[in-house]
């Protein structure tokens, strides 16, 4: 069956967390220089493009990349759509069925344009993560670059959702999705200090 992408290109250029490191692609070796081959370097942040957020990214004593369970991020997803909300609260969740649900991903459509960063979110709130908890979701997935606003300190979104025991996964691209259930497949590279990694995101349509 194929496979929907829902993750966001990694190129030169592309928008990035304000103030954090820039996404590059470089050859380090020519075919011409080398004689064999060409040979990639790259320089990016954790938080590159549809990534996921180990809890060590706030927490110092949180789990880094390498000790997160891989079935969080293979397996059946719900995708709903709260368009162009400002906020994701449990009354929005309320309107859906979560039965047995362990990944639920986020359709707001709010960045408009992903040639830029976008220049506010919406974000997800306090009582959503309970709720979310209470429904037995472990996963949550959004198609903006946090589940906080932009200017958090506080990420008070990150803390509930880590205290409810939900993971993150961020920037996904879900333009191309309807709702529905699906099988997602988003899994972190095994790097063993970091706070966060990249995902290559992919869904298949259930039948
Ligand atoms: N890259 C950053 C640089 C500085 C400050 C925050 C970030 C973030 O990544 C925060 C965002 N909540 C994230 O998890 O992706
Ligand atoms: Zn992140
Ligand atoms: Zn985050």
Not at 175 to 194: F, Q
Request: one cysteine or more; aromatic letters at 6%.
């Amino acid at each position: 069956m194929t496979l929907i992408d829902i993750s966001r290109r990694l190129e030169n250029g592309m928008p990035v967390w304000p103030g954090d490191t820039n996404f590059s692609f470089q050859l380090s070796w020519t075919k011409e220089e080398s004689g064999s081959v060409n040979v990639g370097k790259l320089t990016l942040s954790t938080h590159t493009g549809t990534h996921i957020d180990a809890p060590f990214h706030f927490d110092e004593n949180g789990k880094r990349v390498i000790d997160l369970d891989p079935n969080l991020y293979v397996g059946i997803a719900k995708v709903i759509e709260l368009i162009e909300v400002d906020c994701i609260k449990k009354s929005d969740l309320e309107a859906f069925r979560f039965d047995g649900v362990e990944r639920l991903l986020i359709k707001t459509n709010s960045w408009k344009n992903d040639s830029v960063f976008p220049e506010r979110i919406p974000h997800i709130e306090k009582d959503a993560a309970e709720f979310l908890h209470e429904k037995g979701v472990k996963l949550v997935g959004v198609d903006v670059p946090s589940v906080d606003p932009l200017d958090s300190k506080e990420l008070e979104a990150h803390h509930a959702l880590h205290h409810a025991g939900i993971h993150i996964l961020e920037s996904i691209d879900l333009r191309n999705v309807t709702p529905g259930e699906y099988e997602l497949i988003a899994l972190p590279l095994p790097l063993s200090d970091a706070d966060g990694s990249p995902v290559r995101a992919v869904l298949r349509k259930l039948v």
